[in-house]
């Protein structure tokens, strides 16, 4: 056999390395029958297997049976994963809830004691009720905080749980997304929920805990029945497109903020030397925080902060150019921006020990003041925000006697001044969140009457003048739902009559 023969196709038969060589070596008990035999049965094998297994319809039918059941069983399992998650999460949601509600009740607690403990009756006869001092009710809200937040966090790790196993299911079937979607939005509503308490603390929990939970299970219960293939499976709940968020509004103080931060520097040292143009710019400004009310969270760019950090500016000025300041300060308005110029120039003369610009300021402060025409209803109506402070002020000028026989004459020369002078004469006062104790807005109310009030005189005046403020209720502390000028008449006839009954 040549060489070619040998390697020829005909004649190939595979073996392995060792064997090759065993059979080349022993032609007598490997002879080429032999070979042939071993050749026909791998080409036989090889047949067999490009062809596939030989097998009946019947064992094909249990073949797919068997591959259906597997599916389903791995389908199975991702759903029972996702509802066991959800189950575990939504029961330890409930069993965290008791830590906010024994702080809660720690607060009913301490609000009973207190209310209980009271013995105090009103000029009518009625009990009032005392309440927690405003420092044990911070320590209850903090409290209530503190259990909200260790609530949220023992939980979160379930609901992350939760998540996983449902993006997981997500995976393995994606047309079941919109559901899974909706499973996870109830498990963030439910953290949402726990994370909050309603309304001021010692108030009882709400329901939104439990809505939360029920609409999880409603959401886990249509997520299964989806992927079970149910007949009547809810639709997910159609999402509302988000609104684009809004633009901070701009903050129309903001000029303002950043004049009077500049002017502070001379409200921490006496050696800068005077800046007329910064100080001219202060007085103005000053005429503009005149509408700011004197609320605590306004105090620090109010008319009165403003004006110090002028007469601060101006502290290192000549006698001769400190009276000419008093002099431009006494023809500004409103009323009550040249009052508190003046003022604090006084002030700040007296503090550094200058008798000339003290004299002169207080001269020019004591003209302005009897010269005022106060049965001018503009100097009621521009001094809606800052007339209570400029009375004030005015009664340490003259006297409250002085102040309360100005506006009483007024009052007598037209009663129709009423409404607004006892507008600009009412104090302002801070609305707070029960809860966070954050500001919300500014209200007039008067808590009681100050010294250079007229009462007297405003009696009188309400007799005769048509106000409506009569059918205003008033509760049994003052207060009225509204602070218009007639809920403010109510609130001050209220005051008149308790002081007379006391008398």
Known sequence: MTSNENRAEANLVLLCIEHSYEVDDRPDRYPADLLRQWKQAQLDEYEQAQSGWPITDTEAGRALEASAQAAEHHHAGAVIG????????????????????????????????????????????????????????????????????????????????????????????????????????????????????????????????????????????????????????????????????????PDPLQDHRALLERARPWARVDHRPFDPKLRCELAAAAQAAASIPPVPSALAIGLSATAQLAAAVAGNATDEELALLAEEDSQRRPLSTAVHLLTESIRMAERRERGAPQQSADAVLSALW???????????????????????????????????????????????????????????????????????????????????????????AAATVQTGAQDIPVDDFGETYADDPESLLAQVLWHAQRYNRAE
Not at 138 to 151: D, K, Y
Not at 410 to 416: S, T, W, Y
Not at 428 to 448: I, K, N, P, V
């Open 82 to 249: 996702v509802v066991r998650a959800v189950e575990r999460f939504s029961l330890a949601a409930r069993q965290a809830r008791s830590g906010p509600a024994a702080s809660a009740a720690a607060w009913r607690a301490a609000r009973a004691r207190a209310r209980g403990a009271s013995i105090m009756t009103d000029l009518d006869g009625n009990r009032v009720y005392a309440e927690p001092s405003r420092q044990e009710t911070n320590h209850h809200m903090n409290e209530i905080r503190t259990a909200l937040a260790s609530a949220v966090e023992s939980i979160r790790p379930l609901a992350n749980e939760a998540k996983v196993e449902t993006a997981a299911a997500r995976a393995s079937r994606p047309a079941v997304g919109p559901w899974s979607d909706w499973v996870i939005r109830a498990v963030d509503e439910v953290l949402a929920a726990s994370s909050g308490w309603p309304g001021p603390p010692g108030f009882e929990d709400d329901d939104r805990l439990e809505d939360a939970l029920h609409a999880l299970a409603i959401a886990t219960d249509a997520f299964a029945a989806y992927w079970r293939g149910g007949s009547e499976v809810p639709s997910p709940p159609q999402l509302e497109p988000k609104a684009e968020p809004l633009a901070a509004p």
């Open 370 to 460: 009897e010269t005022v025409d106060w049965s001018d209803p503009g100097v009621y109506d521009e001094d809606d925000a800052n007339g209570h402070s400029m009375f004030w002020l005015g009664s340490r000028i003259t006297s409250p006697e002085d102040v309360r026989g100005k506006l009483a004459s007024a009052l007598g020369q037209r009663p129709d001044l009423l409404l607004a002078l006892v507008a600009a004469c009412a104090p302002w006062t801070e609305l707070l969140d029960s809860d966070t104790w954050e500001t919300t807005g500014f209200q007039r109310r008067y808590g009681e009457l100050p010294p250079w009030f007229p009462v007297e005189a405003v009696v009188a």
